[in-house]
């Protein structure tokens, strides 16, 4: 089984829907992050949680909000999609001794028409 | 100046090839670098760790020049297995636990 899962894999929703996606893992990390990914810019932190009690904004949070409901479990939620939200979303795990490494789950297509 | 920059290629080589790619980063204090190697579609995943002047893997080899603030990554006897986009990633200025990935270098070995 995969250590970092999200759901759903894809989405096509429409604007001003709300919309959540979840990130589940099983490395025992207290780090969790989530990032999204456009063709020619990269990865992007949206945002990041490095315990249960603690949330902070990455570098493009707007539009976005999280909550960390445990340590395996970090949610995004876009509380009123627009279309320049469509992009894949990454969620991904690092821990105390693993060199920062991060570990990311599959992906999310998200599309917003 | 971006905090890391790599060229977007594709560079299209040849089964057997040696390819090297560069990436320059603006942060001259960060310390430990990254390598992700990701698939079309796929999750990005570690490659390389870089700690010092460099690190070798096999057919891999990531090297570090602090004067001139780039790694770099040197493929060896390409494989098309190889072909991936790889991204290039150092810590920002104001956490070593964040990372800043780069936008990616795209492989294409071709037989």
């Known amino acids: 089984d995969a250590d970092v899962t999200q759901t759903p894999r894809n989405r096509i929703t429409k604007t001003g829907k709300r919309i959540m996606l979840e990130c589940s893992q099983t490395?025992?990390?207290?780090?969790m992050y989530w990032y999204r990914q456009d063709p020619g810019l990269g990865l992007r932190l949206i945002y990041y949680s490095f315990d249960v009690k603690d949330i902070n904004k990455g570098e493009i949070s707007d539009g976005y909000s999280v909550s960390r409901q445990a340590q395996a479990k970090f949610s995004l939620s876009l509380e009123s999609a627009i279309p320049n939200q469509t992009a894949l979303y990454f969620c991904?795990?690092?821990?105390?001794?693993?060199?920062?490494?991060?570990?990311f789950g599959p992906g999310t297509r998200l599309t917003v028409l | 100046r971006k905090e890391v920059e790599q060229d977007p290629g594709p560079f299209n080589v040849p089964e057997g090839a040696t390819v090297a790619f560069n990436c320059t980063y603006s942060?001259?204090?960060?310390?430990?670098f990254f390598w992700y190697r990701q698939d079309c579609r796929k999750e990005p995943k570690l490659l390389m760790s870089?700690?010092?002047s460099g690190n070798e893997d096999g057919r891999f080899t990531a090297q570090l020049n602090r004067a001139s603030q780039y790694i770099s990554l040197l493929i060896r006897d390409s494989k098309l297995s190889d072909s991936a986009t790889y991204l290039c990633?150092?810590?920002?200025?104001?956490?070593?636990?964040?990372?800043?990935f780069g936008s990616g270098t795209r492989l294409l070995v071709r037989p």
């Open positions: 490395k025992g990390h207290d780090r």
């Open positions: 991904a795990t690092s821990g105390v001794g693993t060199d920062n490494e991060q570990f």
């Open positions: 990633v150092v810590p920002p200025r104001d956490s070593s636990y964040k990372l800043i």
């Open positions: 942060n001259s204090a960060s310390q430990s």
């Open positions: 870089v700690y010092s």
